[in-house]
T-cell receptor
Framework: AQKITQTQPGMFVQEKEAVTLDCTYD???????LFWYKQPSSGEMIFLIY??????QNATEGRYSLNFQKARKSANLVISASQLGDSAMYFC??????????FGTGTRLKVLA | EAGVTQFPSHSVIEKGQTVTLRCDPI?????LYWYRRVMGKEIKFLLH????????ESGMPNNRFLAERTGGTYSTLKVQPAELEDSGVYFC???????????FGNGTRLTVT
Protein backbone atom coordinates (compact mmCIF):
# COMPACT_ATOMS: atom_id res chain seq x y z
CA ALA A 1 0.00 0.00 0.00
CA GLN A 2 1.11 3.53 -0.63
CA LYS A 3 1.01 6.17 2.05
CA ILE A 4 2.16 9.74 2.68
CA THR A 5 2.53 11.03 6.22
CA GLN A 6 2.91 14.62 7.33
CA THR A 7 3.18 14.68 11.11
CA GLN A 8 3.22 18.45 11.62
CA PRO A 9 -0.29 19.91 11.47
CA GLY A 10 1.10 23.40 12.07
CA MET A 11 4.45 25.18 12.08
CA PHE A 12 5.65 28.67 12.91
CA VAL A 13 8.79 30.29 11.56
CA GLN A 14 10.27 33.72 11.93
CA GLU A 15 10.59 35.79 8.79
CA LYS A 16 13.96 35.30 7.04
CA GLU A 17 14.58 32.05 8.89
CA ALA A 18 14.64 28.59 7.27
CA VAL A 19 11.98 25.98 8.01
CA THR A 20 11.71 22.25 7.32
CA LEU A 21 8.38 20.58 6.68
CA ASP A 22 8.43 16.84 7.21
CA CYS A 23 7.13 14.18 4.87
CA THR A 24 7.55 10.43 5.00
CA TYR A 25 6.21 7.99 2.48
CA ASP A 26 5.72 4.30 1.95
CA UNK A 27 5.70 2.42 -1.30
CA UNK A 28 7.01 -0.84 -2.66
CA UNK A 29 7.30 0.53 -6.18
CA UNK A 30 10.88 1.21 -7.27
CA UNK A 31 9.98 4.15 -9.50
CA UNK A 32 8.06 7.03 -8.02
CA UNK A 33 7.94 10.78 -7.79
CA LEU A 34 7.58 13.03 -4.80
CA PHE A 35 5.95 16.44 -5.04
CA TRP A 36 5.26 19.41 -2.82
CA TYR A 37 2.35 21.77 -3.28
CA LYS A 38 1.46 25.05 -1.63
CA GLN A 39 -2.12 26.08 -0.96
CA PRO A 40 -2.45 29.71 0.12
CA SER A 41 -5.60 31.05 1.71
CA SER A 42 -6.94 31.87 -1.74
CA GLY A 43 -7.32 28.12 -2.27
CA GLU A 44 -5.35 27.30 -5.41
CA MET A 45 -2.83 24.45 -5.41
CA ILE A 46 0.60 25.56 -6.56
CA PHE A 47 3.26 23.05 -7.57
CA LEU A 48 6.58 23.79 -5.88
CA ILE A 49 9.12 21.04 -6.41
CA TYR A 50 9.60 17.48 -7.66
CA UNK A 51 12.01 14.67 -6.74
CA UNK A 52 12.30 11.43 -8.68
CA UNK A 53 13.15 8.23 -6.87
CA UNK A 54 16.20 7.68 -9.06
CA UNK A 55 17.49 11.22 -8.84
CA UNK A 56 20.91 11.29 -7.26
CA GLN A 57 20.77 14.89 -6.17
CA ASN A 58 18.26 16.70 -4.03
CA ALA A 59 15.90 18.90 -6.01
CA THR A 60 16.07 22.67 -5.64
CA GLU A 61 13.82 25.43 -6.96
CA GLY A 62 14.76 28.90 -5.80
CA ARG A 63 14.19 29.07 -2.06
CA TYR A 64 12.73 25.57 -1.99
CA SER A 65 14.79 22.44 -1.66
CA LEU A 66 13.81 18.87 -1.06
CA ASN A 67 15.83 16.86 1.45
CA PHE A 68 15.42 13.39 -0.04
CA GLN A 69 16.55 10.47 2.11
CA LYS A 70 15.55 7.37 0.22
CA ALA A 71 16.59 4.82 2.84
CA ARG A 72 14.51 6.61 5.43
CA LYS A 73 11.69 7.20 2.94
CA SER A 74 11.55 10.86 3.74
CA ALA A 75 11.16 13.87 1.47
CA ASN A 76 11.26 16.95 3.62
CA LEU A 77 10.70 20.41 2.15
CA VAL A 78 13.12 23.12 3.19
CA ILE A 79 12.13 26.73 2.68
CA SER A 80 15.01 29.13 3.10
CA ALA A 81 14.73 32.81 4.00
CA SER A 82 11.01 32.58 4.82
CA GLN A 83 8.75 35.37 3.65
CA LEU A 84 5.34 36.44 4.88
CA GLY A 85 3.89 35.21 1.61
CA ASP A 86 5.04 31.69 2.42
CA SER A 87 2.26 31.40 5.00
CA ALA A 88 0.05 28.67 3.55
CA MET A 89 -0.87 25.02 3.69
CA TYR A 90 1.78 22.69 2.29
CA PHE A 91 1.03 19.24 0.93
CA CYS A 92 3.44 16.43 0.18
CA UNK A 93 2.37 14.05 -2.56
CA UNK A 94 3.64 10.92 -4.24
CA UNK A 95 2.98 9.03 -7.41
CA UNK A 96 4.32 5.66 -8.43
CA UNK A 97 4.15 4.80 -12.11
CA UNK A 98 0.69 3.71 -13.23
CA UNK A 99 -0.75 4.64 -9.85
CA UNK A 100 -2.70 7.61 -8.63
CA UNK A 101 -1.23 10.61 -6.86
CA UNK A 102 -1.74 10.50 -3.11
CA PHE A 103 -1.44 13.38 -0.68
CA GLY A 104 -0.52 13.89 2.93
CA THR A 105 -2.80 15.69 5.35
CA GLY A 106 -0.83 18.91 5.02
CA THR A 107 1.13 21.27 7.25
CA ARG A 108 -0.07 24.79 7.91
CA LEU A 109 2.89 27.16 7.96
CA LYS A 110 2.68 30.58 9.54
CA VAL A 111 5.53 33.03 8.96
CA LEU A 112 5.88 35.59 11.73
CA ALA A 113 7.03 39.14 11.11
CA GLU B 1 -0.47 27.94 -22.03
CA ALA B 2 -3.83 28.15 -20.35
CA GLY B 3 -4.05 26.38 -17.01
CA VAL B 4 -6.69 24.01 -15.72
CA THR B 5 -10.01 25.76 -15.45
CA GLN B 6 -12.96 24.75 -13.34
CA PHE B 7 -16.51 25.99 -13.37
CA PRO B 8 -18.29 27.08 -11.28
CA SER B 9 -15.98 28.41 -8.61
CA HIS B 10 -18.75 28.19 -6.03
CA SER B 11 -22.05 26.34 -5.89
CA VAL B 12 -24.66 26.34 -3.16
CA ILE B 13 -27.45 23.81 -3.58
CA GLU B 14 -30.06 22.18 -1.43
CA LYS B 15 -29.95 18.57 -0.38
CA GLY B 16 -31.51 16.43 -3.08
CA GLN B 17 -30.64 18.74 -5.95
CA THR B 18 -28.21 18.04 -8.77
CA VAL B 19 -24.96 19.82 -9.48
CA THR B 20 -22.55 19.41 -12.37
CA LEU B 21 -18.96 20.53 -12.10
CA ARG B 22 -16.84 21.10 -15.16
CA CYS B 23 -13.10 20.87 -15.69
CA ASP B 24 -11.05 21.89 -18.72
CA PRO B 25 -7.56 20.41 -18.46
CA ILE B 26 -4.42 21.79 -20.00
CA UNK B 27 -4.41 21.08 -23.71
CA UNK B 28 -2.49 17.92 -24.48
CA UNK B 29 -2.75 16.48 -20.99
CA UNK B 30 -4.21 13.01 -21.33
CA UNK B 31 -4.42 12.46 -17.58
CA LEU B 32 -7.24 14.11 -15.70
CA TYR B 33 -7.97 13.66 -12.02
CA TRP B 34 -10.73 14.66 -9.65
CA TYR B 35 -9.98 15.18 -5.97
CA ARG B 36 -12.05 16.42 -3.05
CA ARG B 37 -11.07 18.20 0.14
CA VAL B 38 -13.64 18.21 2.89
CA MET B 39 -13.56 20.68 5.81
CA GLY B 40 -9.81 21.15 5.81
CA LYS B 41 -9.11 17.45 5.84
CA GLU B 42 -6.99 15.40 3.47
CA ILE B 43 -7.12 15.71 -0.29
CA LYS B 44 -9.00 12.61 -1.29
CA PHE B 45 -8.73 10.97 -4.70
CA LEU B 46 -11.97 10.46 -6.58
CA LEU B 47 -11.02 9.23 -10.02
CA HIS B 48 -8.54 9.31 -12.87
CA UNK B 49 -9.14 9.53 -16.61
CA UNK B 50 -6.65 8.69 -19.30
CA UNK B 51 -8.08 10.40 -22.34
CA UNK B 52 -11.74 9.40 -22.30
CA UNK B 53 -11.29 6.19 -20.32
CA UNK B 54 -11.68 5.81 -16.58
CA UNK B 55 -8.34 4.45 -15.39
CA UNK B 56 -9.23 4.34 -11.71
CA GLU B 57 -12.52 5.29 -10.09
CA SER B 58 -11.86 3.62 -6.76
CA GLY B 59 -12.30 6.88 -4.88
CA MET B 60 -15.83 7.64 -6.04
CA PRO B 61 -17.87 7.50 -2.85
CA ASN B 62 -21.08 6.06 -4.27
CA ASN B 63 -23.30 5.93 -7.32
CA ARG B 64 -24.58 9.44 -6.73
CA PHE B 65 -21.35 10.62 -8.33
CA LEU B 66 -20.91 10.33 -12.08
CA ALA B 67 -17.88 11.52 -14.00
CA GLU B 68 -17.48 11.74 -17.74
CA ARG B 69 -14.82 12.87 -20.14
CA THR B 70 -16.33 12.86 -23.58
CA GLY B 71 -13.81 12.94 -26.39
CA GLY B 72 -10.93 13.04 -23.96
CA THR B 73 -11.12 16.79 -23.51
CA TYR B 74 -13.12 18.42 -20.74
CA SER B 75 -14.64 16.45 -17.88
CA THR B 76 -17.78 16.78 -15.84
CA LEU B 77 -18.56 15.51 -12.37
CA LYS B 78 -22.24 15.24 -11.54
CA VAL B 79 -23.61 14.75 -8.07
CA GLN B 80 -27.21 13.57 -8.05
CA PRO B 81 -28.89 13.77 -5.59
CA ALA B 82 -26.58 15.84 -3.44
CA GLU B 83 -26.25 15.09 0.27
CA LEU B 84 -24.91 17.28 3.08
CA GLU B 85 -21.69 15.28 3.32
CA ASP B 86 -20.88 16.09 -0.31
CA SER B 87 -19.92 19.63 0.70
CA GLY B 88 -16.27 20.44 0.13
CA VAL B 89 -13.84 21.72 -2.45
CA TYR B 90 -13.61 19.68 -5.62
CA PHE B 91 -10.32 19.96 -7.44
CA CYS B 92 -9.58 18.92 -10.96
CA UNK B 93 -5.99 18.37 -12.04
CA UNK B 94 -4.27 17.29 -15.21
CA UNK B 95 -0.84 15.98 -16.06
CA UNK B 96 1.27 14.64 -18.84
CA UNK B 97 2.35 11.01 -18.91
CA UNK B 98 4.84 9.64 -16.44
CA UNK B 99 5.97 11.10 -13.13
CA UNK B 100 4.93 14.64 -13.96
CA UNK B 101 3.46 17.15 -11.53
CA UNK B 102 -0.26 17.65 -11.36
CA UNK B 103 -1.56 20.99 -12.49
CA PHE B 104 -4.59 21.97 -10.47
CA GLY B 105 -7.59 24.09 -11.21
CA ASN B 106 -8.75 26.58 -8.63
CA GLY B 107 -11.42 24.20 -7.39
CA THR B 108 -15.17 24.33 -7.03
CA ARG B 109 -16.43 24.99 -3.53
CA LEU B 110 -19.66 23.02 -3.16
CA THR B 111 -22.00 23.72 -0.29
CA VAL B 112 -25.01 21.48 0.21
CA THR B 113 -27.58 22.91 2.60
Amino acid sequence: AQKITQTQPGMFVQEKEAVTLDCTYDTSDPSYGLFWYKQPSSGEMIFLIYQGSYDQQNATEGRYSLNFQKARKSANLVISASQLGDSAMYFCAMRALLRKYIFGTGTRLKVLA
Amino acid sequence: EAGVTQFPSHSVIEKGQTVTLRCDPISGHDNLYWYRRVMGKEIKFLLHFVKESKQDESGMPNNRFLAERTGGTYSTLKVQPAELEDSGVYFCASSQEGLQPLHFGNGTRLTVT
